[in-house]
Each structure stands twice: as structure tokens, then as C-alpha cells.
């Protein structure tokens, strides 16, 4: 192999490596979250519909066609992304093709509500 060759391997897989590690540190820090704060805005916001435990039984959930989704259906819930729950959460259900039901929170939330809030419906599929 010549010099130049096995130079450029190396730092081919040095810089693999460095964006490994860069991304796995920034999609760390985007999934962070406070699940208790989460919780918290949850119970205030959310509950009503999909339920405090997240299972798509809340009070109004009776009246609503279609149903609130099920935040502890596993199955479903890592399918989607932190970005989807976030946009839905923010802008509601027709930003995503979903029912118009589900209202938008983003005038009412911080992006670090809605971050928490992701925290905690993920923290409910487990």
C-alpha cells in the first residue's frame, strides 16, 4: 500500500470516528429532557384526552372520533420520531395528517416544554 493511500485510510477513519462521536454527543443533548417536568405539563395539557397514564382513556377521549393515541403502545411509539411528536405537539394534528382534534400547544409551550413533554411520552412506552 503506498503512503499516501494508507494516509488517506486513516484519516478516513479518523473522521468517521470524530463524527461518530460529535453526533452521538448532539443527539444526545437534542433527546434530553426533564420527564417530571414533562409529566407536569402532561397532567395539564394532555391527560384530559390521552389519559394521566397516557393510554388514550382520558375523560374526553368518550367523545373524540377519532381516539387519542395510546402514548404507551411500545409497538407504535418507535415507529415515530422526537421530531414528529414534537411537530404534532406544537402544531397540532392536522400539521401531520392526523386529526384536527388534536390542538396545537406551540403558542402555550416552550421548545423546552415540548422537549420535556417528548422526555415523558417516551419515558410511558417503556
Known amino acids: 500500500m503506498s503512503r499516501s493511500r ?3 485510510i486513516c484519516a478516513g477513519l479518523a473522521l468517521a470516528v470524530a463524527l ?3 453526533s452521538s454527543d448532539d443527539g444526545a443533548a437534542q ?3 426533564d420527564v ?3 409529566n407536569v405539563k402532561y397532567q395539564q395539557l394532555c391527560a384530559s384526552c390521552h389519559g394521566a ?3 388514550g382513556d382520558g375523560p374526553a377521549a368518550k ?3 377519532p381516539k387519542p393515541r395510546n402514548h404507551t403502545d411500545a409497538n407504535y411509539m418507535k415507529t415515530i420520531s422526537d421530531e414528529y411528536i414534537a411537530k404534532i405537539t406544537k402544531l397540532g394534528g392536522v400539521a401531520v395528517g392526523k386529526s384536527p382534534l388534536m390542538p396545537p400547544w ?3 409551550l416552550s421548545d423546552a416544554d415540548v ?3 417528548v422526555a415523558f411520552m417516551r419515558s410511558l412506552a417503556k
Open 106 to 108: 406551540g403558542g402555550v
Open 115 to 117: 422537549q420535556n413533554l
Open 63 to 65: 367523545a373524540l372520533n
Open 20 to 22: 461518530f462521536f460529535w
Open 31 to 33: 433527546q434530553k429532557g
Open 6 to 8: 494508507g494516509f488517506i
Open 36 to 38: 417530571a417536568a414533562g
Open 53 to 55: 397514564s397516557g393510554k
